[in-house]
Every structure is written in structure tokens, then in C-alpha cells.
């Protein structure tokens, strides 16, 4: 393996005189810098939108959740213990429903979130209000918050004195043919802010006080889920004890599975981005396949030499499967050097602006050692099976 080696070693950086081979082996180099310095790259940019997008989810949630397995309201009574553990530091209640809402002759379904008055002083959704002011009573009536795109859908702005109306089929009543409109049950509400956290969130989330989703939907004292705040550092040892505490009829989330779809999707989309990346390289790495191809021709009368010396065949297809790999080696080392320079210079100096009016103000990047992991298992796979193909029957 050893003379091998030395061979290809030879053969990739000895002089020699320029042709047709050293042209199409640079070219190999180049494409394989090229697709290498790519996937650092764009993995890096798809890591800075992610992380993003983890932030102002993660912002905008508790640290926990506490939901029933089956039904979609549970009672707290018997639930008092949860506050006497020191890591809790904020319990609240929410009740939420799907509504319908009007407002001066528009309409729109709608998430509402009833919150206590625990969750209205420490709600992470506080740091995102980009209009109005954070508060649930206005004059004598009470208040609620909404996201900005359901606020511009609606018409809706925290300056105007119109009230908003929330309409939900009675639970107790009995639907009217002649007049279905009567069984709905209204509650007004005034719009005292916006806020701004996600496109998804922002398109169909009303907050409100828990006493108005209460009389609203007919429910005294149950409730859709509690909120938690813990401790920092102190979440997931919460979580494993109330897990254990509460038994199987109640789910304890964290951040992350409270958004379990979005987090999943954007990891399938970051394995989509790679493999197409990969396929990429996969076609510049055809350049290798031919560049040894040419090179085994071209260097006939030296195998003729080693194998009247005695070298087995084994030895030659060593040689030049190595001087294959070191191709594409070479051009993965100057891509990583390249790639990471550039992730480096746009976490430094924002070289390439975010176009539009975005919150950020050039192209986020993160840089993840697992990422140059995968990075090198992929270049270096594709330059071993293009340097393998063409040398296997030697």
C-alpha cells in the first residue's frame, strides 16, 4: 500500500509536461473545491435561517406544556402539588379554541388563546409586540392581542376603537333551524396590540383573558393546557418528573415538540438541500473518472515495466485508484479551506446583505462540525467510486 502510494503521490505532483490529462485532472480539483466550498457554504446558510426560526419558536413558547392524551379540556383540580416543586417558577392556565371572528364586516377563523393572569405578566410573546401596547382591558372592555397578519387580514389596528367580535356555537343550547345565528355565543373584544413572531403564527393567533374564552365556550374551570416555566437548566429534569407524576393520560412537552412538525420539516429540508448538493458533485466528480481513465492509457508503458518487475495487478489498480482519490481528496481540502474562510467572513462582516426588509441584515450563517463531517463523507464516498469504477478491472 505503501509504493502505491508513492506512486500515485508521483504521479499527481511530480513535474511533468502539460496535456490533456493535467488539464482535465486540475479541472477535477477545481469541481470538487468548487461542490465541497458549495455544501459548507449553503449548509451553513440554511443552518443561520434555522436557527432563526428555532429562536423566535422557542421565544415565543413556554418551557413546558402540559396537555390531556384524549379530550381537548381537562379540569386542574387535584393539581396543586405542581407548584410546590422549587425548578417550577411560573404556572398558568390556558384555554384555547377555534373561533370565528368578525370585524367590521370581515371575517376570519381563528386561533384564541385565553390566558390567566400568570401568563400575561411572564408570556415570552411580550418581546415580540411590534404595535400597540401589551395590555387586556381596555375601558370596559377587555382587550386581546393578535398576530400581524391576522390583524392586517382583518383590518384590524390597536389605534381604532372597533370592537372585535368572537362567535362559538353554543354547547348547551339547542340549534335553531329557523335562526342558527342565535345559538352562536359572542364576546367583544378591543385590540390593544400586535405582535410578531412567525408567518404561521401570525396568521391565526388572538390572545386574550382566560375569562373571556370562558364564557365564550361555556367552560367554568377546565382548561386546554398548562404552561411552565422552569428553572434554567432545570427543564428537562421538570419534565421527567411530571411525566412520571401525571402517568399516561397527560403529554409533557418541551419547546421542540410543542413545534414537532415545524422542527421536522426543516431537518428534511436540510436533507434534501444536502443530497442535491451531493448529486451535484457526483456529476463534477465525472471529471476524475475521466482524467484516470486517460491516465491508465497514457501511463501503459509503466505497468508494462512494474509487471515485467513482478508487481502484481493488485499493486497497479492501488496505483492509480489512489491517484484518483487524491484528486478529489485535494480539491475537498481547498473547498473546506475555502468554504469555511466564506462562513467565516459573512459571521464577521456580513459580506452578502439580506435583500428586503428582513430582521436580519445579511444572510445568517452557523457553522456546524457536524455539517463538515458529513461534507467530507460525502466528497470523499463520490472520489473513492469515481476513482474505483474505471481501476476495478485493471
Do not use: C
Amino acid at each position: 500500500m505503501k509504493l502505491a502510494l508513492k506512486f500515485a503521490l508521483r504521479y499527481l505532483f511530480a513535474r511533468k509536461s502539460y496535456n490533456v490529462i493535467n488539464l482535465i485532472s486540475g479541472i477535477g480539483v477545481a469541481g470538487m473545491a468548487v461542490g465541497t466550498a458549495a455544501l459548507v457554504v449553503i449548509l451553513s446558510v440554511f443552518n443561520g435561517f434555522d436557527s432563526l426560526v428555532s429562536q423566535s419558536l422557542t421565544d415565543a413558547h413556554p418551557d413546558l406544556v402540559v396537555k390531556p392524551v384524549t379530550g381537548k379540556v381537562f379540569s386542574t383540580e387535584g393539581l396543586d402539588w405542581i407548584t410546590d416543586d422549587p425548578d417550577i417558577l411560573r404556572l398558568s392556565s390556558v384555554l384555547e379554541e377555534q373561533v370565528f371572528l368578525s370585524y367590521e364586516g370581515k371575517q376570519s377563523l381563528a386561533r384564541v388563546k385565553g390566558i390567566d393572569e400568570a401568563a400575561q405578566e411572564e408570556s415570552p410573546l411580550k418581546n415580540h409586540l411590534v404595535d400597540g401596547t401589551w395590555q387586556f382591558q381596555k375601558g370596559n372592555y377587555a382587550a386581546g392581542l393578535a398576530g400581524a397578519g391576522l390583524a392586517a387580514s382583518l383590518g384590524m389596528n390597536p389605534r381604532f376603537v372597533a370592537p372585535l367580535e368572537l362567535h362559538y356555537p353554543s354547547r348547551t343550547e339547542a340549534v335553531s333551524l329557523a335562526n342558527p345565528a342565535a345559538s352562536l355565543r359572542t364576546q367583544k373584544v378591543l385590540l390593544s396590540g400586535v405582535f410578531s413572531v412567525s408567518a404561521d403564527m401570525d396568521a391565526k393567533l388572538l390572545l386574550v383573558p382566560i375569562g373571556t374564552v370562558r364564557e365564550l365556550l361555556e367552560y367554568p374551570e377546565e382548561v386546554s393546557y398548562l404552561e411552565i416555566g422552569t428553572a434554567p437548566g432545570k427543564t428537562r429534569a421538570v419534565q421527567e418528573t411530571l411525566s412520571q407524576r401525571l402517568g399516561p393520560s397527560f403529554r409533557v412537552l418541551d419547546r421542540y415538540q410543542q413545534e414537532e412538525s415545524i422542527y421536522k420539516m426543516m431537518r428534511y429540508e436540510k436533507l434534501a438541500i444536502y443530497l442535491i448538493l451531493i448529486f451535484i458533485v457526483l456529476i463534477i466528480a465525472f471529471n476524475i473518472y475521466s482524467s484516470l481513465q486517460m491516465l491508465v492509457i497514457e501511463k501503459s508503458a509503466d505497468r508494462s515495466t512494474l509487471r515485467s518487475l513482478g508487481a502484481p495487478a493488485s499493486l497497479l489498480r492501488h496505483i492509480f485508484r489512489l491517484e484518483g482519490w487524491l484528486i478529489s481528496l485535494l480539491g475537498m481540502a481547498i473547498g473546506l479551506m475555502l468554504g469555511v474562510a466564506l462562513v467565516l467572513l459573512q459571521q464577521r462582516f456580513g459580506l452578502v446583505p439580506m435583500p428586503g426588509n428582513f430582521m436580519v441584515s445579511a444572510y445568517p450563517v452557523v457553522l456546524k462540525a457536524s455539517d463538515l463531517l458529513w461534507t467530507v463523507a460525502g466528497v470523499a464516498g463520490i472520489g473513492y467510486l469515481m476513482a474505483w469504477i474505471p481501476t476495478h478491472k485493471l
